[in-house]
């Protein structure tokens, strides 16, 4: 069975919004590694909407040639949680319409690594409520943001973790992986 893997950026105070403006001083080989081995233990990518725009309108418009990193993000498998997008212009989307629950627990049975989730905090959040979230990896940064959105807003309730793997970069960066307990 396949496996929902999340990974984010995240501040001292829980902020995920907007992690180009802020995380890029604290970016340096060790996080380059580790971001680089999640990417390749996924074969496809899960987003919500607006992370899916936000990628639609960058990716497809970078010279893969030039840009190994548009290269990957083009051509994975891409699936997207939304009522609302019907008809996605970016190449290898498919839009998980319907019972959001039905259609990945349907997508976790499928042969195949990995289902990476990248930026897309409201669906991480909502994945760990409803039990289906496998893993997250969070790459805290020793860095108070003071406002954006956080990754756990008010009304999520309780979710008992297990920390499985930690480890802190030269850049004062923690690495650190959950599951549920």
Known sequence: MRRIVAGLFISLDGVVEAPETWHFPYFDEDMGQAVTARMRAADAMLLGRRTYDAFAAHW?????????????????????????????????TTVLAGDPRKELERLKERPGKDIGITGSPTLVSWLLREGLLDELNLLVHPLVVGAGKRLFEGGTGQIPLTLTHSATFGTGVLNLTYTRA
Request: proline share 12%.
């Open 60 to 92: 497809p418009h970078q010279d893969a040639t030039r840009d190994p990193m548009a290269a990957t993000m083009n051509a994975t498998p891409k699936y997207v949680v939304s009522a609302t997008l019907t008809d996605p212009a970016w190449e290898n």
